[in-house]
């Protein structure tokens, strides 16, 4: 078994919200809550949930884009919670992150050679002469060609600008990306081919992904563990068979019986769990569990202790009060 990659411990990211502008109270909206997770070397974790459930968070407080409030993150055994920008640098080379909007998250002045080759002069990688080579051999690992270096994002279409943000993820040869949904915002018809570049660029550079996602057919695909999150916690994490054949949580459950099945005959006696009650908000949330107000099988003690996250079954953790005992 390969060791850990990156270690997550008690995380948490909490913002601060003002009520309005003529109040100094504020609210504490707790976008990831006391999560913890180990990612293994080579290996692709996937995390699904509800949009606002947290997992782009979780993903931009691991690279740092946020500043966790309390935690830590540790990288193949340095803890970088407390790293200033300067130390925090030689790390960036390692972890990188691929954004869900292909558009947004390039520069539209700048050449696509320009996007590539941006993280390498930041780096100091290579020397200048051989930067446009490297940015050409990146290019045709991604699937792109020589003739896209002069271009703009603006010509490309949607797939091939997503191709351009994992190439300038690779521009710096990391070992850890963070793929926030990098599949959400393409056709259908484009999204098994990002996935298969993805699946195949692990395989020749060694990768490791935290792989976010709202397709929980697709996640099933490509990850080898996989982790649900609900409303700023970690309610559920096991190998991808375990989690998609025996869903322990009720969440879990729920979101599984939304997977749209081809056969309307086998989908017609599908049993579809419908999630009832109000959706909690994060903002300063109450007391016992989080999905209690939505759960089908809450009781008591829901509503009074949070439960914790502990292994169940082997390699099979829960946060539940169903299986929680303590």
Do not use: W
Not at 175 to 186: G, K, M, N, R, T
Request: charged residues 25%; contains cysteine; hydrophobic residues 35%.
């Amino acid at each position: 078994m390969e060791k850990n990659l990156l270690e997550i411990k008690n995380l948490c990211k909490y913002f601060n919200i003002k009520n309005s502008v003529f109040k100094k109270n504020r609210k504490i909206l707790k976008a990831v809550d006391d999560v913890s997770l180990e990612i293994r070397k080579g290996e692709t974790l996937g995390l699904v949930g509800e949009s606002g459930c947290g997992k782009t968070s979780l993903g931009r407080t691991i690279v740092k884009l946020y500043e966790p409030t309390s935690g830590d993150i540790v990288y193949d055994g340095k803890n970088l919670t407390n790293l200033n920008f300067q130390e925090m640098k030689s790390f960036r080379r390692k972890i990188q992150m691929i954004f869900q909007d292909p558009y947004a998250s390039l520069n539209p002045r700048q050449t696509i050679g320009d996007i590539i080759k941006e993280p390498m002069e930041i780096h100091n990688l290579y020397e200048k002469e051989n930067r446009d080579k490297k940015v050409l051999e990146i290019l045709e690992l991604v699937g792109l060609n020589a003739s896209h270096i002069s271009r703009y994002p603006h010509e490309f279409s949607g797939g091939q600008r997503q191709r351009v943000g994992i190439a300038r993820a690779l521009a710096c040869d990391p070992e850890f990306i963070v793929c926030d949904e990098p599949i959400s915002a393409l056709d259908v018809s484009i999204q098994a081919q990002i996935i298969n570049t993805l699946e195949e660029l692990q395989e020749k550079l060694g990768l490791t992904y935290l792989f976010i996602a709202h397709d929980l057919s697709m996640v099933k695909h490509i990850s080898d563990r996989v982790g649900i999150m609900y409303l700023g916690k970690l309610v559920e994490i096991s190998e991808s068979d375990s989690v998609y054949n025996t869903p322990l949580h009720p969440y879990t459950q729920a979101l599984l019986s939304a997977i749209p099945i081809p056969d309307p005959d086998i989908s017609l006696k599908k049993e579809r769990i419908i999630l009832e009650g109000d959706i909690p908000t994060p903002i300063n949330p109450s007391a016992g569990c989080r999905f209690k107000t939505r759960c089908p099988k809450v009781s008591e003690k829901c509503h009074d202790k949070e439960p914790q996250l502990i292994e169940v079954k082997k390699n099979h953790k829960v946060a539940c009060h169903l299986y929680n005992k303590l």
